[in-house]
């Protein structure tokens, strides 16, 4: 029996072959009509069997088939939506897919992930947190807003504001004369961004114009009446001086003093002023060292680099300080004055860099500088932009990025928008203020410098310009500029002095 029934597979297995070969020699229409022919003969049974079979042939699985390279190839093509669904689908494809690490990586460097942060072993992780982020930023989720009230009491004002380690300094204007001898009452608030406290509260001797804090020893304060003032913050036992007690006064400006920069271990303070001046001061001594009077205008704002803190070949060794008027950026460098006895000053009348701001084209100007000088020890940063009228939302302006030490253009990232002030800018991102219009318009925004375009921000209370560099606004931690990672997206983004005598706190969610 058992031979017989092999004999007729023999026989089956011979007329399916022969079948076969017959059908390879028809030609592509030939196929198509015996194939119909074929179908029409089939019973159910026969066409359940074939709808089962069909899917092998039509739905090749090139996720586990291919190549883990050539699948790499087809799937960079997908958004990370795309991919995440795919995940999805079956085990094999979600430990295939998840373990593509160039693909995800890829995808976290076009989300703006700090690429010394992504995860070797498990990019997917960090590239589905970049795209939160960049989504929370684009809905206005990221940050939570704040206001700071009962500070300082109205008609006193924060006018200058500056934040070192998670604490911000606010310097105050406008306060009410109380003393018979018309001594103003302004003080200078010390506040915690992490215990939402005052840290310490002192009177200074006059309305601040602009203020930098080094926390938890220094703050200095520059005033309109063009004075600066050092204070110490925690207060020292060994010389007897209280929290906000006087350490320094300087005299020198005969104008408001519009910027300041300092560093504490090198004992320098800078100081630029409407006076058309910049003075390099001793800071312990309160000692004037020079007075650097080249300029043709107000000087709005003033960055103070030491030698061991930028990459300037050229000026290996030397002291930096950058500084801007209407008209132009400028650089000056020496020898720090402790260690020649002040013989490198001397010779500053003519600057290492300058760049000229000011285009003129049958005698109108063609295009304007806003406030926003940075300096990032390699590269200087400013901003360009057509003239409008003050009516006009979307502008033409340009964030510049130039070589510091060739004064060649590194880039120039073009924004549609009329910028009131470039906050701060990294190697991925820049935080810039555009004018306020109306609650449903982002003012506060972050631009992705690497696609030339807004990525997302919020709305934050109209803020009126104390000085003309903007005083009173400062940025928090400035990490996530450079790539967004869980390390950098938390504390302070930002804070304004507000005219109602609040600050208004901007943090990451």
Not at 125 to 154: E, F, H, P, Y
Not at 304 to 327: A, C, E, W, Y
């Amino acid at each position: 029996m058992s031979g017989e029934i092999d004999d007729s597979m023999d026989i089956v297995d011979e007329k399916s072959s022969c079948i076969v070969r017959q059908f390879r020699l028809l030609s592509s229409a030939q196929r198509k009509i015996t194939l119909g022919e074929i179908l029409s003969c089939c019973t159910s049974e026969e066409i359940s069997y074939i709808d089962q079979k069909l899917p092998d042939f039509l739905y090749r699985d090139f996720v586990t088939t291919l190549p883990l390279e050539l699948a790499e190839r087809f799937l960079e093509y997908l958004t990370v939506k795309d991919l995440l669904t795919a995940c999805r689908v079956s085990k094999p494809w979600n430990r295939i897919i998840s373990g593509m690490k160039i693909v995800w990586r890829n995808h976290c460097l076009k989300f703006g992930c700090n690429p010394v942060t992504i995860s070797l072993s498990y990019p997917k992780n960090t590239c589905i947190r970049g795209m939160q982020i960049q989504q929370d930023l684009c809905d206005g989720s990221a940050w939570t807003q704040d206001a700071i009230v009962n500070l300082v009491k109205s008609p006193g004002r924060f006018s200058a504001l500056h934040h070192d380690r998670g604490y911000i300094a606010g310097g105050t204007s406008d306060s009410i004369h109380t003393h018979a001898n018309q001594d103003s009452s302004e003080s200078v608030v010390i506040w915690s961004v992490e215990n939402s406290s005052v840290v310490v509260s002192f009177p200074v001797s006059g309305s601040v114009s602009c203020i930098k804090l080094n926390y938890p020893s220094l703050v200095v304060c520059g005033h309109f009446d063009g004075t600066l003032s050092s204070h110490q913050v925690s207060g020292n036992t060994e010389s007897d001086i209280t929290p906000g007690g006087l350490l320094n006064k300087f005299r020198l400006h005969t104008a408001p003093v519009l910027s300041l920069d300092f560093d504490e271990s090198e004992d320098v303070l800078i100081s630029g002023s409407a006076d058309w001046t910049v003075k390099v001061w001793q800071l312990s001594t309160g000692s004037l060292q020079r007075t650097i009077s080249s300029h043709s205008h107000w000087v709005l704002s003033v960055i103070f680099t030491p030698s061991s803190k930028h990459n300037i070949q050229n000026l290996s060794g030397k002291d930096i300080v950058v500084m801007m008027t209407r008209d132009d950026i400028q650089m000056y460098s020496w020898i720090h004055f402790l260690k020649d006895n002040g013989e490198s000053l001397k010779g500053l009348n003519i600057s290492d860099i300058h760049i000229p701001l000011k285009s003129v084209t049958d005698a109108v100007q063609s295009f304007f500088f806003t406030p926003g000088l940075h300096f990032d020890g390699k590269t200087i940063s400013f901003v360009k932009q057509m003239p409008m009228f003050d009516s006009h939302t979307f502008g033409d302006a340009d964030i510049v990025t130039i070589d510091a030490e060739s004064g060649q253009l590194v880039q120039s990232v073009h924004i549609n928008q009329k910028i009131r002030k470039l906050l701060a800018i990294g190697s991925r991102f820049a935080i810039i203020l555009l004018p306020y219009v109306d609650s449903k318009f982002k003012n506060l925004v972050v631009v992705d410098l690497k696609y030339e375009k807004i990525v997302g921000g919020c709305t934050v209370p109209h803020s009126r310009a104390t000085t003309p560099d903007f005083s009173q606004v400062c940025t928090g931690k400035l990490d996530w500029l450079d790539g967004f990672s869980d390390d950098s997206t938390n504390g302070l983004v930002c804070c304004l002095g507000l005219q109602d005598s609040s600050m208004h706190t901007v943090v990451w969610s």
